[in-house]
């Protein structure tokens, strides 16, 4: 199984630019999520969905977009980058075990490395 | 605010040499207690879940317990692959769509 796959893994953008990281599934998990990670801070949750055509603010949304038209993929758009943006961002799924419940246990891709001059 | 501290930062560590990591958390209502292995340049890794006061769960060489207010995760006579960063998350019950993460420990172990 490839479980779960980022693309691309390394991004260099300039000021304004907008792109898409996309994530891909194969585990037929219903919650999926975007996480970034920054030096000296924890995972801080971007946005998340808990099915098909269903997505929600996480922790710090501003500046990105998502959708979930499949149950395998949920890409992560970046509507006009910022230096701010320049973070590692993982992508997450679990199973769902409520209706925005998922077990804790998430399997992470192995990071999409954005740099934002 | 719900908050996870994790202690220390870094940790250095001869092979065999026993020790302990943190997770100090503050949550309204704890709906389970995870632990998680980054290696450099990876996604992390799933370990551990823990629910309530005083469960336990062991891995290999690794052990995690859970009190009211922390986590620990005991390592064992370690060896130089057990090196990564160690991260601890907290469910909330109220916030059960996410999970909340401390900043991690990075364990080098030394042969």
């Known amino acids: 199984n490839a479980g779960v796959t980022q693309t691309p893994k390394f991004q260099v953008l300039k000021t304004g630019q907008s792109m898409t990281l996309q994530c891909a599934q194969d585990m037929n998990h219903e919650y999926m999520s975007w996480y970034r990670q920054d030096p000296g801070m924890g995972l801080r949750l971007i946005h998340y969905?808990?099915?098909?055509?269903?997505?929600d603010q996480g922790e710090v949304p501003n500046g990105y977009n998502v959708s979930r038209s499949t149950t395998e993929d949920f890409p992560l758009r970046l509507l006009s980058a910022a230096p701010s943006q320049t973070s590692v961002y993982f992508c997450a799924s679990s199973l769902r075990t409520g209706q925005k419940v998922h077990t804790g246990e998430l399997f992470f891709g192995e990071g999409s490395r954005l740099t934002v001059l | 605010e719900d908050q996870v501290t994790q202690s220390p930062e870094a940790l250095r560590l001869q092979e065999g040499e026993s020790s302990s990591l943190n997770c100090s958390y503050t949550v309204s209502g704890l709906r389970g207690l995870f632990w998680y292995r980054q290696d450099p340049g990876k996604g992390p890794e799933f370990l551990f879940t823990l629910y309530s006061a005083g469960e336990e769960k062991e891995k290999e060489r690794l052990k995690a317990t859970l009190t009211k207010k922390e986590s620990f995760l005991h390592i064992t006579a370690p060896k130089p692959e057990d090196s990564a960063t160690y991260l601890c998350?907290?469910?909330?019950?109220?916030?059960?769509?996410?999970?909340?993460f401390g900043s991690g420990t990075r364990l080098l172990v030394r042969p």
């Open positions: 998350a907290v469910q909330a019950v109220d916030s059960s769509y996410k999970l909340i």
């Open positions: 969905s808990v099915g098909a055509g269903i997505t």
